[in-house]
Each structure stands twice: as C-alpha cells, then as structure tokens.
C-alpha cells in the first residue's frame, strides 16, 4: 500500500475518473475514495477501463457517518461495491468515529469473514479512541488512516498504533498545502540534497516512519513525483530537523470540536 493516489475532493465524474486512470498509467495501483467523496462509481469506471487487472489493484474506500450501525453498515457495503463496479474490496475502513461505529464494524468483521472485504479498518481514531476500539472489537483494524505530516506528526498516535498493530496511514500529508509546505525552507534545503522536492521529502519522511501515504492529485505530473520518492533515504539528521517542524495540533480539523461533530453528522449523502 506504499503507492497510493487519493481522489478526496475530485467529485466532478470526468475529472476524477481521468486523474485515477492517469495515476494507473503512471504506475499507481491503490485508490483510495470513500462514499462520501461521491465520486466511486467515476473510480470504478476508470478501473474498468484501465485494462490492469483486478489482482493487482488496491481498492480503498470508506463507509460515512449517515451509514454507521449493523443494518446501514453492510448496506452501504454492497451500494459501494455496486459503485465500484467490484466483487470485492481491499480495504475498507470507518471513516470517522461518530454514530453507531461499532455496529457498524460489526458488519464489517462478517463482510471480512465472508471475503467480500479483504482488511477493514478505521479513520480518525486517535488514541484513546482506538485503545477503547481495540479493546473492544474481535478483529483488530488493519489500518487506521489520520492526519499525518511534518506539522503535525502525532508520535503518540504512532505508538498506539503500533501497540495493537494497526499501519498508520496519512490522509493529508501535504497538510493541505498548509504551512507553506511546497516551499517550506527546511523541506527545501533537505531536498536539495538529494535532487528532491520538497513535497518528495515530506512523503520520504513520512514512508521513513513506517507510514502510508496517500497524497491527493489531479496533475499527471505531480503523481509521478510523488510516486518518485524510493531511490533516496533520509540521514537522522534529516529526520529530526523535520521534527522540529510539528506544531502539536492539527490546523485543518478538530475533531474534538463538538460542532465539527454536528456538521459531520448533517452530512448526508443520501435520502
């Protein structure tokens, strides 16, 4: 799952199915979407036509708040896979801890077991969240997928993780553009060194963590960059020069804001 190309905010239908079939033309073989992008069948579409077989992709995609319960779970499992096109999926996660989660990985845990999922994970579960989640499930996530960049680097999330042996995945790992991130001095001095950009250097750092990284991009160029990130290694130095860039908080999302809860849970994506 190194080499993943994201289509969170691509929900135009011909934009998106023409970016994920660039990002197979340039070698990437794991989509991430979720229900609530609402672009899966443009996803499926481009895997339908792509010509690459099914084997060899990686389909990822994400079960919405709205959904969240046993009953609306294993629904909305079989709506994505009619999106999708697929019999299956690789990985399928919760995409945010809010509503009936457990139920709905309930669901999850007997669509893994039947083999219609083949991993099933979670978003957005920080460590509390995911101590009290691990505790409690049968089948321990594969992946929990947060935010994850040089700006905000959550060691403790990474440990918590790694307790219960769940991969850390990174949604935003350009932080959103944030922070100067494309420009940024110490990513760029970094860079130069080794030939690099400074977005390559903060995806090496973060595949250097033992993280996944899911960038997001609609430009062919810029997936074959990011996709050009393994013929160089970052020193310790490298490494914890970047690490004095992490701020200690996000600053693109709070998930401990209760009305970011509620908009979170006004967000339907169907009737």
């Given at each position: 799952?190194?080499?993943?190309?994201?289509?969170?905010?691509?929900?135009?239908?011909?934009?998106?199915?023409?970016?994920?079939?660039?990002?197979?033309?340039?070698?990437?073989?794991?989509?991430?979407?979720?229900?609530?992008?609402?672009?899966?069948?443009?996803?499926?579409?481009?895997?339908?036509?792509?010509?690459?077989?099914?084997?060899?992709?990686?389909?990822?995609?994400?079960?919405?708040?709205?959904?969240?319960?046993?009953?609306?779970?294993?629904?909305?499992?079989?709506?994505?896979?009619?999106?999708?096109?697929?019999?299956?999926?690789?990985?399928?996660?919760?995409?945010?801890?809010?509503?009936?989660?457990?139920?709905?990985?309930?669901?999850?845990?007997?669509?893994?077991?039947?083999?219609?999922?083949?991993?099933?994970?979670?978003?957005?579960?920080?460590?509390?969240?995911?101590?009290?989640?691990?505790?409690?499930?049968?089948?321990?996530?594969?992946?929990?997928?947060?935010?994850?960049?040089?700006?905000?680097?959550?060691?403790?999330?990474?440990?918590?993780?790694?307790?219960?042996?769940?991969?850390?995945?990174?949604?935003?790992?350009?932080?959103?553009?944030n922070f100067g991130i494309?420009?940024?001095?110490?990513?760029?001095?970094?860079?130069?060194?080794?030939?690099?950009?400074?977005?390559?250097?903060?995806?090496?750092?973060?595949?250097?963590?033992?993280?996944?990284?899911i960038p997001k991009s609609?430009?062919?160029?810029?997936?074959?960059?990011?996709?050009?990130?393994?013929?160089?290694?970052?020193?310790?130095?490298?490494?914890?020069?970047?690490?004095?860039?992490?701020?200690?908080?996000?600053?693109?999302?709070?998930?401990?804001?209760?009305?970011?809860?509620?908009?979170?849970?006004?967000?339907?994506?169907?009737?």
């Open positions: 799952m190194d080499k993943q190309v994201l289509v969170f905010q691509v929900p135009e239908p011909a934009q998106c199915q023409q970016a994920v079939a660039d990002a197979i033309d340039v070698g990437y073989r794991s989509i991430d979407t979720a229900a609530a992008y609402m672009n899966e069948s443009a996803v499926g579409a481009a895997i339908a036509e792509s010509g690459v077989a099914r084997e060899e992709l990686f389909i990822t995609t994400k079960l919405w708040v709205q959904d969240a319960g046993y009953e609306s779970a294993r629904k909305a499992i079989r709506t994505s896979l009619e999106n999708l096109g697929l019999d299956y999926l690789d990985l399928y996660l919760i995409h945010q801890p809010m509503g009936d989660y457990i139920g709905a990985y309930r669901a999850m845990e007997e669509a893994y077991e039947e083999g219609i999922l083949k991993a099933i994970g979670v978003c957005n579960f920080y460590p509390a969240r995911l101590t009290d989640f691990c505790e409690t499930v049968k089948i321990m996530p594969a992946v929990d997928q947060v935010e994850l960049h040089p700006f905000f680097q959550q060691e403790d999330a990474l440990a918590c993780m790694k307790e219960y042996g769940v991969c850390p995945e990174a949604w935003g790992p350009f932080a959103e553009g494309f420009t940024h001095p110490v990513l760029t001095k970094i860079g130069e060194k080794y030939g690099k950009s400074a977005a390559q250097v903060a995806l090496r750092w973060n595949t250097q963590r033992g993280v996944v990284v609609v430009h062919r160029d810029r997936m074959e960059q990011n996709f050009d990130i393994w013929d160089f290694t970052l020193t310790d130095d490298d490494m914890a020069e970047i690490a004095k860039l992490d701020v200690g908080h996000s600053e693109i999302v709070n998930h401990d804001d209760p009305a970011f809860i509620k908009m979170i849970h006004g967000l339907k994506i169907h009737e």
